[in-house]
């Protein structure tokens, strides 16, 4: 089949991604993947959860929405739905992976990811620009003198994968997605260790070596992924990997 993008099947869209770009939060970062847009702010409170009160460590959470128009249909605002919950609960549990709760002390961190304009894959960049968000929040809590150091013990990014007409397709756009007979989304960390695999066949289930093929497609797609965040992050992307 012919990409509507002439892509290769291997090929990812093209990443951005714009760190400050709001004002108030203590870390923002807005990240397009080719036309899904998606705004990461990252807000620090001194305090936890009734549940975590008596805890010794922090916690990181997160909240994904839709904006009104971010779709080919009216997005109502402030309903969430079980995709949502079921969403920002993979983005908390994916950036707490790889965050060290201990050293963040008694502090709590919430991702807010709002999606400007969906084309497919908003959940991974929603992981992807989240991180970015989360290093900048962390940083601005050392300077505040909360933080003696990044409290993260990796780097984390994530990309879809699936199968259209019988090939293996990374980082599929909404048409390729809606068509797709077998979908996927990795979360990988930095080093290439799984975080967290969803997959799901659309019809007949798939085989081993199908998923082998979006496996060893999706890590390497990361590559860029994590280029593009070391280019956002600066020397703070160093100071993680060391």
């Not at 008596?54 to 080919?72: C, K, Q, S």
């Not at 979360?187 to 799901?200: D, K, L, M, T």
């Amino acid at each position: 089949m012919q990409r509507l993008d002439a892509r290769r099947f291997d090929e990812g869209r093209p990443v951005e991604i714009i760190t400050g770009f709001q004002k108030y939060p203590h870390g923002s970062a807005l990240i397009s993947t080719g036309n899904t847009k998606v705004i990461c702010a990252a807000h620090v409170e001194s305090r936890l959860p009734s549940w975590l009160s008596d805890g010794n460590h922090g916690w990181v959470t997160a909240e994904y929405a839709f904006l009104p128009g971010a779709g080919t249909e009216r997005s109502r605002r402030g309903k969430t739905g079980g995709r949502a919950h079921e969403i920002q609960r993979l983005i908390g549990r994916s950036l707490r992976a790889v965050t060290d709760l201990e050293a963040l002390g008694q502090n709590m961190i919430t991702v807010d990811c709002d999606v400007l304009q969906a084309d497919g894959g908003t959940r991974t960049a929603s992981i992807t620009g989240a991180f970015v968000a989360l290093v900048l929040a962390m940083d601005r809590m050392r300077q505040m003198g909360l933080l003696d150091r990044l409290p993260l013990v990796d780097t984390l990014s994530a990309i879809s994968a699936g199968v259209v007409e019988n090939d293996i397709l990374l980082d599929l756009c909404y048409d390729e997605d809606s068509r797709a007979e077998v979908d996927a989304n990795f979360v990988f960390s930095g080093q290439g260790n799984v975080v967290e695999v969803q997959a799901a066949s659309e019809g007949v289930p798939f085989s081993r070596d199908t998923f082998n093929k979006l496996y060893d497609v999706s890590l390497s797609g990361c590559d860029a992924l994590k280029a593009a965040q070391k280019h956002a992050l600066g020397s703070l992307w160093d100071e993680i990997v060391k």
